[in-house]
């Protein structure tokens, strides 16, 4: 029986004719596509012949090596939006209808503007706060060119607008099922194609198609590299242009360098710094040029600094475990810190990721009345996982196991995958527009330092960094005390009995803020949290010549959104605020000390070896 017999056949009940001609097409759907009708299907399912085929001829031609697309995912959530609108017809139609008097709207208002009567009408629809894509004039000053651009993002608000309205998934899908779509969306935009992007457009007729002939170069260039160029790899290089507060390597074994900074004052304060940055990238970050470097801005201020810097590793360190993190890395440079400068405390910074292990060890020393740690801060860090933003698209089941997978063939997990992923949350700002720049303008990338040092990373060791996924993003058990179990020591947040500050950026992919905040919960002792303008990186690189403003609370607050309600705002940099609570927590003015002593003699002037492996 055809589809439009059995509704002959059910005139006087046609819901029910509805039902069962969707009960019937989802039955075949599902005979034919098992791992797509279930609307959510994961790795773990039956592969889908279609999406099979699919993924094989994308990862056939050269462009995925450059392109982060997944087009398996990608073409999974067109499904589930199909399937969606196929079971929810009112609520499809109700959207459809909206969008087609919208562009009804939008095609009345060009017609008006080509007639020279429309200038000043409101635009239908505009760029998402922060959308740098259509900055150009001609993007509202050429009618044309308008309509392309508001037909692109009518179309693309539509259907991100149906995705999000999508039923029978749970919050990681839906949000899985918005970021692939997103992503499509993105690679579609009019920017991306010559014959649409006013900018290319100009520069080919000034140029007479040099600049189509230059990208090509570029674009042969970077499929034979394996990624697409960021910024001029050639301009900066830590130990020349970057990375130059003076300092020597006092300390090291095979997972890290520890650099001691030479003092800038006669006098320091007695209680001496200690960094540890995210192992995932290199520790420079911290000390960009002059003008932007935290390190410098705190030698200057009078304090005694350290900074640990992680070691590359390869596969001959594939079982370095979690444990040796810890105890290689913080609990090691805490015991040369106390023996150069003579102080019984620290104060140490986790940075990222960095951070999230700092929370682990002040527990340990906690559990074993170790008194090391003074007053602690968090940059940007995450110890309650049950909320990681976009990030979380990568970090179910399946991936894991297939990035589990990767480190056991290899030893270890490529830098670019880590890259891959973070350059994936900002798209548009990150490959887009490289994309623009360099292949359709035939530009070469700017020079550019944190760019730079986005694109220098480092791998990960495979049993480390299994054990970081797990315990983290997949089962969040840092915040279930004792559940973490390191050198025989349950981890429990609550025995962070010291003073805490605590940072989190207002635009940050990486690290919610909202979730960085939750420090302020689990914490035993008092926490003072601050919120920076920017995102993950340039929120923390923020010296006070290029202060964003950040916002503080001195109430106690429930909720983050409790705590911003009621926020002050301030100009400037939280560099000063942060220096402010330092000063008071960080002992008396003392002459400076030596850099290293006799049983720690500085081996080689900063930034040591270990930051220039690849």
């Known amino acids: 029986m055809d589809d439009t017999s059995f509704a002959q056949q059910n005139p006087q009940n046609p819901v029910e004719a509805w039902s069962k001609l969707v009960e019937n097409t989802m039955k075949q759907y599902a005979a034919l596509f098992p791992a797509s009708a279930a609307g959510h299907a994961s790795a773990t399912d039956t592969p889908d012949p279609w999406l099979a085929l699919i993924d094989q001829l994308w990862h056939t031609n050269p462009y995925s ?35 087609a008097q919208q562009y009804t709207q939008l095609m009345a208002t060009t017609a008006l503007k080509f007639w020279g009567r429309g200038q000043q009408t409101e635009p239908v629809v505009e760029p998402e706060k922060g959308d740098k894509r259509f900055s150009a004039n001609d993007w509202q000053q050429n009618p044309a060119f308008d309509a392309i651009k508001q037909s692109y993002l009518l179309a693309a608000t539509a259907l991100l607008k149906t995705a999000s309205e999508v039923q029978g998934m749970d919050e990681k899908q839906q949000r899985k099922l918005v970021f692939y779509l997103r992503q499509f969306l993105d690679a579609i935009s009019p920017t991306n194609f010559a014959f649409t992007n006013p900018q290319v457009i100009h520069e080919t007729v000034q140029s007479g198609g040099e600049n189509l002939v230059k990208g090509t170069e570029h674009l042969l260039r970077d499929i ?15 130990g020349r242009n970057l990375a130059l507060t003076p300092g020597e390597v006092v300390y090291r074994n095979k997972l890290i360098e520890l650099i001691q900074y030479a003092p800038a004052t006669e006098q320091v304060y007695a209680i001496p710094l200690i960094f540890m940055p995210p192992w995932i990238n290199k520790y420079y970050i911290l000390d960009m040029q002059p003008q932007n470097s935290l390190i410098k801005f705190l030698v200057d201020s009078g304090f005694t600094v350290f900074v640990i810097s992680w070691k590359n590793p390869d596969a001959a360190l594939e079982d370095i475990t979690f444990e040796d993190y810890l105890t290689l890395g913080p609990l090691a440079a805490f015991k040369v810190a106390k023996e150069i400068t003579g102080s019984a405390r620290v104060n140490p910074v986790g940075y990222c990721i960095g951070g999230t292990l700092l929370s682990m060890a002040l527990p340990y020393l906690a559990a074993k009345k170790d008194k090391t740690a003074n007053a602690v801060t968090f940059l940007v860090a995450l110890q309650d996982f049950s909320d990681v933003g976009d990030t979380a698209v990568f970090m179910d089941e399946p991936q894991v196991t297939y990035v589990e997978g990767q480190m056991m063939e290899r030893g270890y997990l490529d830098s670019r995958a880590m890259a891959t992923m973070f350059n994936m949350l900002r798209a ?33 060791t495979r049993a480390a960094h299994s054990f970081y996924l797990r315990n983290t993003y997949l089962e969040n058990n840092l915040v279930k005390p004792g559940k973490i179990v390191l050198k025989g020591v349950p981890i429990d947040l609550g025995q962070i009995q010291q003073d805490v500050y605590a940072f989190g950026a207002a635009q940050d992919h990486i690290v919610p803020w909202k979730t960085a905040w939750k420090i302020t919960q689990l914490a035993g002792g008092p926490v003072r949290f ?10 923390v690189i923020s010296p006070p010549s290029k202060g964003r403003g950040y916002w503080t609370n001195e109430k106690p607050a429930a909720s983050a959104d409790e705590w911003l309600e009621t926020a002050e705002q301030h100009p400037g940099s939280w560099w000063t605020d942060w220096l402010a609570w330092l000063k008071q927590r960080s002992g008396e003015l003392v002459a400076s000390p030596a850099v290293g002593s006799k049983k720690h003699p500085p081996l080689m002037p900063a930034p040591g070896t270990y930051v220039l492996e690849v």
Request: no cysteine; proline share 6%; charged share 20%.
């Open 65 to 99: 090596k450059l392109l982060p697309l997944d087009p398996t995912e990608i073409t999974r959530a067109f499904q589930q939006v199909w399937l969606d609108a196929f079971q929810n017809p009112a609520r499809a139609w109700t959207n459809y209808a909206s969008f």
């Open 224 to 238: 034979k590299a394996g990624q697409i160029k960021m910024t001029d790899t050639d301009a900066f290089r830590p």
């Open 428 to 460: 548009n700002d990150l490959i887009w527009s490289n994309v623009v720049n360099n292949y359709l303008l035939g530009k070469e990338p700017p020079a550019f330092d944190l760019l730079y040092w986005n694109n220098d990373g480092t791998r990960m």
């Open 530 to 539: 601050v919120l920076g303008g920017s995102g993950h990186i340039a929120g």
